[in-house]
């Protein structure tokens, strides 16, 4: 079985290594795109995933129809439905449910995860109630042990493109560079290029506030506000996400790399884009409520726009698109309403 090994910082696809036994946690459609390119690569994987009858058509036809239609996935994928199955015995525990519900189910994991696994992350957003990111979250509730052998993972990824094995690329970050490239060797193929990275906050905040410029940018397309407009919001949006990620200690070269920049341009123009699609709707004119009852999976811009919004005014940050979007979405702002109060601002030097 080919596998990959590091070898003097380098990636070789040739040689074999020791194979890591993996928990993906998760059944959405990054979740089985990961699994499926995990166990693709080599590792032993497991897939938990919560619906019973997706459970067994994995298991059975090696498809995902509910989340990942059309896609043939790796027969030594196995799925469960056990969260102690999934995760007894794996040294890498990757995250992949929705983060407003992220809390719920490290709580149930918790007690099964052993002492010295990996705790990866590959959802993107922060915690409503709390205003946390996930290694905050797991921090309170695995201990600060647990943050030594956190990695996010975030980046410019569709799900569907990386499970048709288009070539891609993503960031892996931790402030333990052993468990970083532990992830970016499990990951590493040559459809699928892994960076790793230091700084864990920035990486975590660009995922989270990238969808939130996404639901603006779909707004102004669906407003047919034209291709300026939409230069203009990503190139400010990226402004605003770099000034909280300034407050809370990230880098700022995090920001024009691919969790940053490289995130927010892809999430901002691309069809795949769930948040988007949502901003494009609303521009249109329908209301959040019946583009929600439409969609299977989470637009988790719609409730990071929030929990964005109120983490900027705890911190005394400028992001006045983070907040006409949270207007739009939580308060019934009209949409072109909002745009004409964004041109309207007080005129200032660029930064």
Known sequence: MTRIMMTN?????NSVADIERIAV?????????????????????VLWAYEPELVAEINTSHTNSLYLPGINLH?????????????????????????????????????????????????????????????????????DDALNRYVALSGPTFAREVAQELPSLIVAASRNP????RVQAAFSCPCLRVYTNSDVVGVELGGAVKNVIAIAAGICDGLGFGHNARAALITRGLAEMNRLGQAMGA??????GLAGMGDLVLTCT????????????????MTLTDILAEMRMVAE????????????RRLGVEMPIVEKTYQILHEDKPARQAVIELMARDLKAEG
């Not at 910082?9 to 696809?13: A, C, E, R, S």
């Not at 946690?25 to 994987?45: C, E, F, V, Y």
């Not at 052993?178 to 490239?181: H, P």
Request: proline content about 3%; aromatic content about 4%; hydrophobic content about 40%.
């Open 251 to 256: 880098q700022a070269a995090t920001f024009a």
């Open 25 to 45: 946690i998760g059944g959405g459609s990054w979740g089985t795109a990961l699994a499926g390119r995990l166990a693709a690569n080599g590792n032993d994987t």
């Open 270 to 285: 691309g069809d795949l884009s769930r948040n988007r699609t949502v901003g494009f709707k609303l521009g249109q004119g």
């Open 301 to 312: 811009g719609v409730k990071s726009a929030e929990s964005v919004y109120h983490l900027a």
């Open 75 to 143: 027969p030594a994928l196995a799925c469960t439905g056990s969260l102690e199955e999934a995760t007894r015995g794996r040294n890498i525990i990757l995250l992949v449910t929705p983060v407003q519900v992220m809390r719920g189910v490290l709580k149930q994991l918790a007690p099964h995860i052993a002492p010295d696994a990996i705790i990866a992350n590959a959802s993107k957003g922060i915690e409503l109630e709390t205003l946390q990111t996930v290694s905050q979250i797991c921090g309170e509730l695995l201990g």
């Open 178 to 181: 052993v468990a970083s490239g």
């Open 9 to 13: 910082d380098k990636i070789n696809f």
